[in-house]
């Protein structure tokens, strides 16, 4: 998060995008921009397929999730969830941005890698505030609740 919230204005110059990744993404895209006008139920499902390979964190992190589900029916029911739950962001998203001037619209677009850092720095500082539990004895710990004789 925070490597993206510097990314556009100072690393573009050092770290480049790769040719071949930029034009993989460019194929994706207008594969679904063809498919997104599909009135099939084929069309949407192949918009669905290859919206995960679109270079997104939260489509990622739905893809290993999916995953780590230990079946590809779970995995695929996992998927097929998480994109029912982005339906009313992604329809909010696509009614309000008539509401918004391109002024505006330009404004929220620089605002987003402040936004990125803030966020970014919260979770390293999170991340860096974790206590870790220590035991000096060298005698192993149970946790009661899962040793607990009344769950036997």
């Known amino acids: 998060m925070l490597l993206y919230a510097v990314w556009p204005s100072r690393l573009d110059h050092v770290l480049r995008v790769p040719a071949f990744w930029q034009k993989s993404v460019a194929k994706v895209k207008s594969g679904m921009a063809g498919l997104l006008h599909s009135r099939s139920v084929a069309g949407w499902v192949a918009l669905g397929m290859l919206n995960g390979l679109l270079p997104c964190g939260m489509v990622y992190l739905a893809v ?34 008539q509401w918004f001037s391109p002024v505006v619209r330009t404004k929220m677009r620089r605002l987003t890698p402040i936004l990125m850092a803030v966020a970014g ?32």
């Open 121 to 152: 720095v919260w979770l390293v500082a999170r991340g860096l505030m974790i206590q870790f539990p220590v035991n000096f004895s060298g005698a192993p710990t149970e946790i009661p609740l899962c040793h607990s004789p009344s769950l036997r």
């Open 64 to 97: 290993v999730s999916a995953v780590a589900m230990g079946s590809a029916q779970q995995g695929a029911a996992y998927m097929f969830l998480f994109g029912l739950g982005t339906i009313p962001a992604m329809m909010a998203v696509g009614f309000f941005k």
